[in-house]
Structures are given as C-alpha cells and as structure tokens.
C-alpha cells in the first residue's frame, strides 16, 4: 500500500521555541494532506486541511499563527508548531490522498510524531 | 458537536468470539464510511470501508453493516484474534472532502 512518512517520529522541546514536522508521501503525489491531533485515548480532531500550492483550511478553534501550515509540493506538507507550550504536547498525525485515486476515498496516515514540550 | 458517535468505549473479546463496534451519524451529506485500525504509538491504517449504497460488505473476517435508514453502521470481526488488539475508529466522509472520526474502541482479545 501507499506509504506516507512523518518526520521526526518524536520531538521533546523548550517552551518558547518552534518545532516543525514534515508529512511526505513517498510513492504517490497528493494534492490534499490532513493534519490531526490526537490527545491520549482519544479521537483524531482535524486541524487543517492542506491543499498543494494554495493555503491551508483551518478547523474553527484552531490558531493558524500558531500552527503554520505549508504544502509546497504534490509529495511535501510540513506542520510547524510555533512558540510551543507545554499544552501544545499532542501526538500529530498526517494523512494524504492519492491524486490518481482520489476516487476511492482510501486516506494513508502517517506514522505519527509525538510533540512533547518541556 | 461530535459529528459521529462511536460505542462501546472499551471492549474485551475472547479468542475466537465476535467483536461489534457501533457507530451513528446525522449528517445526511456523509456517503463514505471507512472503519481504520491503530496500534499503540502509530497512525490509523485503514480497515474497510463503505459507501451508502450496499447494506453490508466483507473482507475476510471483518464485515460492515449499514442502515441508511437508521444512519448507523458497524463493525463486525469474526473469530477474533489476540492479534486484533487495538484501537478502531470509524469516521464519515462527505464526498471524500473531510474525514470525521468517532472517538475510538479499545479492543482486547484475550487468549
């Protein structure tokens, strides 16, 4: 199946400063990427939709200075995390569609990237 | 507002029996409903899934039931497996545009 890789897998940071994450798919081109956020034991909420080439859609609730959203290439989101705070500590999850099968529905999640912020 | 709801919460299935996870939408817009399956410490992977057209579809020994009428739908795995031990989200989508998930069964299949 596709494959779609987060990166880093996992981050601890100091309170105050920016940590970002990359969301790649690495053998299918996707137009569209989602980004979530899943607390523990708990559902994924959609923060944003990612749309190649264009600026993202942001979920109401969810701050688009705080968490910088850009998706520069048909294979490329990257999530950025700015000015993290300990509350900001989430595990993120991307998912991706394939552009030449959009039809099908099918989302391929990455592997997640815990965020922990000290 | 939840835009589906999922139950039970947690579930414990001996080997061999039959888990049964539910889940219930309102929004009549929805016309995709995938079931993904998540370990612990990784992203969801997608299961099965269906489209309101079908009543039911199986894939091996995972079955989704649909009730249009009812706007449920669940998911069904026979002979379930030690191996089956994870997290299930079902979720809803409009036209492939959003994906909203439920909030998750914990399942354990005890040996």
């Known amino acids: 199946g596709a494959v779609v890789s987060q990166h880093p897998s996992w981050v601890i940071c100091k309170s105050g400063t920016s940590v970002k994450i990359e969301c790649r798919s690495l053998?299918?081109?996707?137009?569209?990427m989602f980004w979530y956020r899943q607390f523990p034991k708990q559902s994924l909420m959609l923060m944003a939709t990612s749309n190649e080439g264009s600026k993202a859609t942001y979920e109401q609730g969810v701050e688009k200075d705080k968490f910088l959203i850009n998706h520069a290439s048909l294979t490329l989101s990257t999530l950025t995390v700015t000015s993290a705070h300990p509350e900001d500590s989430s595990f993120y999850i991307c998912s991706a569609r394939d552009v030449q099968a959009a039809n099908t529905g099918e989302l391929f999640f990455g592997e997640g990237s815990r965020l922990t912020v000290l | 507002q939840q835009q589906v709801k999922q139950s039970p919460q947690s579930l414990i299935v001996q080997k061999g029996g039959i888990s049964i996870i539910n889940c219930a939408y309102e929004?009549?817009?929805?016309?995709?409903f995938p079931w993904y399956q998540q370990f612990p410490g990784k992203g969801p992977a997608l299961l099965i899934a269906i489209r309101p057209d079908v009543s039911e579809k199986k894939e091996g020994r995972f079955t989704i039931s649909f009730n249009k009428s009812a706007k449920q739908f669940s998911l069904h795995i026979m002979d379930s497996q030690p191996g089956d031990s994870a997290t299930y989200f079902c979720a809803a989508s409009p036209n492939f545009n959003k994906f909203y998930f439920g909030s998750g069964t914990k399942l354990n299949v005890k040996p």
């Open positions: 053998d299918f081109q996707a137009t569209t």
């Open positions: 929004n009549t817009a929805f016309d995709y």
